[in-house]
């Protein structure tokens, strides 16, 4: 349904196809002292976050230092969830201006050269609520083409708000579009069954096709079976008119696979949500869209059946919005396994053939590719079974649809053997854990006595998708590697279970409409840390010709999860993105240690590490300016995840 929180804390408290290449060659590196833009989120409305540009190269790249910083002024003051603030936003590129949006409805424009500020826009969100999530991941922007050269609106900035509004503003002034909706913003709260103030929300930015400016939404996890309706659509870029809108879940007889879910559930469910990403090929007229769990996420008694299109990769026709084709790559989810990426588009070839791509990355750590136009797999999809046994009333899928291409992590049952810890004492306690739930490897159902999940449900792979470098062949994944518990509480326990402060880091959730709570919670020894064995992030290069794990090292340090000298661990929780680029680099941050990285993408060896002011829990971008590559990244930590705070844009470069 959405990301939620990552709940790292506890570690805090202890311590925390064939090719990717389309055949033909990749872009060449642009000419010294050429411009260069990143004009969407992903670079390309595909997502690709690869960057043709060479400057900073494998040989040189131990000189980056700090170019410039600029500061947002957005730290959450007067919201009562701003603890749960997380600065996750890439910026965007166009006419030498990087626009970018902080959590809490700011949009800023910023001079990508010196890092000046521009304008600032305020969205002016209301103080009085909790919101389920407290991010803003970006801002698109869309050039009218009709529109005289520096008229007012001829370039305009799109972006999401958390109190569910779509804006248009002014790329030159940051003044709203007066004739786009209602002064400048559309209501996306009208006609998705609003059930609590702050639960529905847009987190990441908006997609463009021709004249349309296309939305998903993120919808609060686990409070009811009848929450917000997770459906996209699609406004008129110049007028927020609404052209379409597509709802995952049919609600009336007349459409497709109504009587598969039936009508109570069909008339019930919310969610289906596409909060991530979405992506666009342009050429095709699709919109891929990577759709999360239907509601709640934990029990699917009220929704029997595969619910078709939740869980799923959709893609959309442009123009209409009517379903293309659709991928379900978990059936009848009652483990939050969102489909959680933004899906990258390439080209792969076969025997001489070219054959357009879409590659999902996903929760449960594994590569989906599939062919662009048909939805067919390019690399196979096997129904494997899978534990059974649910609570009463439950329902569950006895097969799951498994990727042939290698895991980017281990999916197998965790026992008292797999526990891990500093000291006899801490690592007897986590086999103790692991010994009293239920753990039959990945898709174990939720249970009564607590179920181990593994990966958790924050990955495996998550937001910050993949990047690829299209002449080696390779996509770049981050992933984390943690243990957690999800528990169902008969109602009739829940309050006094969470009353009685017997987990004191759960997370309790309602599920009202059901006949169970929930509680879970990242499994730690006494002294917070994980108890598996690190590393509990990952950085891996997967090579899409040969099918195969080219290499995997460990993300980032314990430093800022520990005090000295615990910083020896290697590979920690992350939350972010890559970037590569023709230089031989793939540039992330990500990591619960406050620095930006970049690796050898053919080796994966860290060739440099730089210090960021506060966490850097965003995917960075890159751009060249008067002859000069940049690489820059958001650094305002991630209140979930627990790491360092701030309000820092942070640009990097050659001296």
């Known amino acids: ?36 833009e990143w004009p969407t989120w992903g670079n390309d409305p595909g997502g690709s976050r690869y960057a043709p540009l060479d400057q900073i190269d494998r040989d040189n790249v131990e000189g980056l230092e700090v170019a410039w910083t600029y500061r947002t002024g957005d730290h959450g003051e007067g919201f009562p969830s701003r603890h749960r603030r997380a600065f996750e936003a890439t910026p965007i590129l166009l006419d030498g201006v990087l626009y970018l949006s902080t959590p809490y409805g700011q949009v800023h424009a910023v001079d990508a050269a010196s890092g000046k500020g521009l304008w600032r826009y ?9 919101y389920s999530e407290n991010t803003s991941r970006g801002v698109s922007a869309w050039r009218d083409p009709d529109a005289p050269a520096g008229a007012p609106c001829a370039l305009r900035i799109l972006f999401g708000t958390l109190d569910a509004r779509l804006i248009a503003l002014d790329a030159a002034t940051g003044t709203p579009c007066p004739a786009f909706g209602d002064g400048g913003a559309v209501d996306l709260n009208e006609g998705v069954r609003p059930r609590d103030p702050g639960g529905y929300l847009v987190s990441s930015p908006p997609v463009l096709w021709r004249n349309l400016v296309i939305t998903g939404s993120a919808v609060g996890d686990n409070r009811a079976v009848d929450v917000e309706l997770g459906i996209v659509r699609a406004f008129d870029a110049r007028s927020g008119a609404l052209v379409w809108s597509w709802d995952p879940i049919p609600r009336r007889p007349d459409q497709p696979h109504y009587a598969e879910w039936g009508e109570a559930a069909a008339r019930r469910t919310g969610a289906a949500n596409a909060w991530s990403v979405l992506s666009v090929d342009v050429e095709r007229g699709l919109v891929f869209v990577p759709v999360g769990s239907a509601s709640p ?57 070219e054959i357009p791509a879409v590659v ?17 797999p390019l690399f196979d999809v096997e129904e494997r079974p899978v534990p059974q046994g649910g609570v009463a009333g439950e329902r569950l899928s006895p097969t799951q649809p498994f990727s042939t291409l290698p895991p980017l ?60 470098d299209p002449g080696r062949q390779l996509v770049i994944a981050n992933t984390n590697h943690l243990p957690f518990v999800v528990q169902l509480i008969p109602r009739a326990e829940l309050e006094a279970r969470y009353r009685s402060g017997e987990h004191p880091d759960s997370e309790f959730a309602r599920q009202t409409g059901t006949p169970y709570g929930m509680r879970r919670e990242l499994i730690t020894s006494p002294l917070g840390v994980p108890c598996t064995a690190p590393p509990w992030g990952r950085l891996t290069a997967v090579d899409l010709a040969r099918g195969e794990i080219a290499w995997q090292v460990p993300l980032g340090t314990s430093r800022d999860l520990a005090p000295w000298p615990l910083w ?34 053919d080796t994966g060896a860290e060739l440099w590490r730089g210090r960021l002011p506060a966490g850097g829990q965003a995917t960075p971008m890159t751009y060249l300016r008067d002859g000069r590559q940049y690489v820059v990244i958001a650094a305002g930590g991630h209140g979930g ?14 001296p």
């Open 409 to 468: 992590a281990d999916l197998g049952p965790l026992g008292a053997d797999d526990a891990w810890g500093f000291t006899f004492w801490d690592r007897g306690h986590c086999a103790e854990q692991f010994e009293r739930y239920r753990s039959e490897g990945i898709y174990t159902p939720p249970s009564l006595e607590g179920t181990v999940m593994w990966p958790g449900y924050s990955g495996g792979a998550n937001w910050g998708s993949v990047s690829v």
């Open 122 to 130: 305020d969205a002016a969100l209301p103080r009085d609520r909790h």
């Open 568 to 601: 020896f661990i290697d590979g920690v929780p992350n939350m972010g993105g890559s970037v590569v680029t023709a230089g031989g680099l793939v540039f992330i941050g990500a990591a619960t240690d406050d620095f930006l990285r970049a690796f050898d993408v």
């Open 1 to 36: 349904m959405q990301p939620r929180r990552v709940p790292f804390g506890p570690i805090l408290s202890g311590l925390l196809v064939v090719a990717m290449a389309a055949f033909a060659a990749p872009a060449a590196a642009p000419a010294a002292g050429d411009d260069t």
């Open 360 to 376: 999902q990355a996903t929760k449960t750590a594994q590569l989906y590719v599939f062919h662009r136009e048909t939805g067919e």
């Open 297 to 353: 996420d934990f029990y699917g008694g009220e929704r029997p059946g595969d619910n078709r299109h939740a869980n799923s990769l959709v893609a959309l026709d442009a123009a209409s919005g009517r379903v293309a084709w659709a991928q379900q790559l978990v059936h009848h989810d009652v483990w939050d396994y969102d489909v959680p990426a933004q899906p990258v588009l390439t080209t792969l070839v076969r025997a001489g053939r």
């Open 641 to 654: 995840a627990g790491t360092t705070p701030g309000d820092h844009l942070v640009a990097f470069a050659l």
